[in-house]
């Protein structure tokens, strides 16, 4: 079984110093998240398994803007999410190397708008390890997506967070009927 890993929106507007609104800062930096999310995707490289980080991002002037999200609504008055801007840089602990793959995505799924599953077929994978920020959103969309796309998924879940604890444990309630949820302790059982 061929697999990948699959970061979401481990940037700077989502978790980082400065980042507009950054919801997640103090819980991603309670949780350790960057640090796992650095050893699962080291302990994919050294296996030839492909890795990906998927941001949120809007191109100049907002084209792909959904301005009835409650989510996004407000991102362009506050210039959040914008591709090229600070806000969209990866947090700058990630260890984002040569041979990554980097994708944008308009919207809250790692899937929606984005090359990921072309990558994915390109590569004949049928297994993903998916981790990220936030639980509740990108990871749980992401997880959901590629399930109905007939992935076997396994979420990372020591490398995800959300806005606090509760929230986290609230998103991860559901998704064991869809996914396999590890941690990087166990990432090996992989192999």
């Not at 940037?11 to 949780?31: L, S």
């Not at 990921?116 to 077929?121: H, I, N, P, S, T």
Request: charged share 20%; hydrophobic share 50%.
């Amino acid at each position: 079984m061929s697999t990948a890993f699959v970061g979401l929106d481990y940037i700077v507007d989502v978790m980082g110093e400065g980042g507009h609104p950054a919801r997640c800062k103090a819980e991603a930096a309670r949780r350790e998240v960057v640090r796992h999310a650095n050893q699962a995707a080291a302990y994919c490289r050294a296996r030839g398994w492909p890795v990906i980080w998927v941001r949120v991002g809007f191109s100049p002037g907002y084209p792909e803007w959904p301005a009835a999200s409650p989510l996004f609504g407000g991102a362009r008055d506050a210039g959040a999410f914008l591709l090229g801007a600070p806000g969209t840089a990866f947090v700058p602990e990630l260890a984002v190397q040569a041979g990554d793959v980097v994708l944008a995505k308009p919207r809250v799924s790692g899937f929606y708008g984005t090359a990921l599953e072309a990558v994915l077929r390109a590569r004949g994978v049928t297994r993903l390890i998916v981790a990220g920020v936030s639980t509740s959103l990108a990871v749980s969309s992401t997880v959901r997506d590629a399930h109905d796309r007939d992935y076997a998924v396994y979420l990372l879940e020591d490398a995800c967070a959300a806005a606090s604890e509760a929230e986290h444990a609230a998103a991860l309630l559901p998704l064991p009927a869809i996914a396999r949820i590890i941690r990087c302790g166990t990432l090996a059982s992989l192999a």
